[in-house]
């Protein structure tokens, strides 16, 4: 399970459907104020989202990958 601790768009976590720890998938930084609409991608292995950066024209459409947490700009 993928979720948000806030509302507002921060980082993202993600815990098994079976329980146990929670693992961060996604932190804020610099000028990121939130990760927004997340979406698993078919594969599982990716999430696509919108990482906030202050107004609609500076943000950006990305690929967080799974495995690495290398963020993929597209």
């Known amino acids: ?10 980082g ?4 098994s459907a079976n329980g146990g ?3 961060q998938v996604t932190g804020l930084g610099g000028e990121v104020e939130g990760h927004l609409w997340p979406d698993a991608l078919p594969n599982g292995k990716g999430i696509l989202l919108t990482r906030n950066i202050g107004t609609s024209t500076q943000d ?5 990958s799974l495995e690495t947490g290398r963020i993929t700009t597209l």
């Open 1 to 10: 399970m993928l979720y948000s601790r806030d509302a507002g768009g921060g």
């Open 12 to 15: 993202l976590w993600r815990v």
């Open 21 to 23: 720890e929670e693992e």
């Open 60 to 64: 950006s459409i990305s690929v967080v």
